[in-house]
């Protein structure tokens, strides 16, 4: 069992930044792909990245890349969301999840949060 907390979202400001984070329980964080989605009002949820167990990264779609960095710390279970350059359309609610393989599918994951709000003001 994992449990999946999100933190780190709020207000800012077009080109400004952001920090997520989500911190998990269980000793097994580390053989856990992490991943992070995001649902803005009325659209499904949308994939944003994923980290192996590794550390290694992945993103999608190519409206963040170079924008939004996923890291992980498995000694302290938490993963993390740096967002730059915000833009008003990555307004969202942003949830992390867990899950034993890596993929862009919300169906993969076993694990949920409860989702931050992130809104980027024009």
């Known amino acids: 069992q994992v449990q999946l907390v999100e933190s780190g979202g709020g207000l800012v400001q077009a080109g400004g930044s952001l920090t997520l984070s989500c911190a998990a329980s269980?000793?097994?964080?580390?053989?856990?792909?992490m991943a992070w989605f995001r649902q803005a009002p009325g659209k499904e949820r949308e994939f944003v990245s994923v980290i192996y167990w590794s550390g290694e990264a992945k993103y999608s779609p190519n409206s963040v890349k170079g924008r939004f960095t996923i890291s992980r710390d498995n000694a302290k279970n938490t993963v993390y969301l740096q967002m730059n350059s915000l833009k008003p359309e990555d307004t969202a609610v942003y949830y992390c999840a867990a899950g034993k393989s890596v993929s862009a599918l919300r169906g993969t994951y076993d694990y949920w949060g409860q989702g931050t709000q992130v809104t980027v003001s024009s």
């Open positions: 269980g000793r097994t964080f580390s053989s856990y792909a």
